[in-house]
């Protein structure tokens, strides 16, 4: 993999942490970002989401406690993506983490079946 992957991440967060150490096993350059500290936009989620082919709300941190307090779970099936969109971009605990994003794809959670296969590794 020749360009610089993205990795968004809570610096707390236990599955971040071994996330970027497995990245960084691999020799992966990445690019890393506090998803606190500088959340995502609305329109990056939205190109994030159409390049994953996957349901939005698996872009969604349905354990987090935010996601609970809020009532996420019964609301978000009566928002349109644009909404969600915009909810996700108010604060990056709500967003799944850590994030992988390449040029090709992007990958919510950390699996390294999935990410390998995001970054052409073969395992």
Request: hydrophobic fraction near 40%; charge should be negative.
């Amino acid at each position: 993999m020749s360009q610089t992957a993205l990795f968004l991440e809570y610096p707390k967060c236990s599955t971040c942490q071994k996330a970027k150490r497995w990245l960084e096993a691999q020799g992966v350059p990445f690019e890393d970002r506090n998803i606190v500290e500088e959340n995502p936009t609305a329109d990056e989620l939205r190109k994030w989401h159409e390049l994953s082919g996957l349901p939005l709300r698996r872009f969604f941190n349905t354990s987090g406690m935010l996601y609970r307090e809020m009532g996420l779970s019964a609301k978000l099936p009566e928002m349109s993506d644009a909404e969600q969109y915009a909810l996700l971009a108010t604060n990056g605990m709500l967003v799944k983490r850590p994030l992988l994003v390449t040029a090709e794809t992007v990958v919510p959670g950390f699996k390294e079946a999935a990410w390998a296969a995001a970054l052409g590794l073969d395992q």
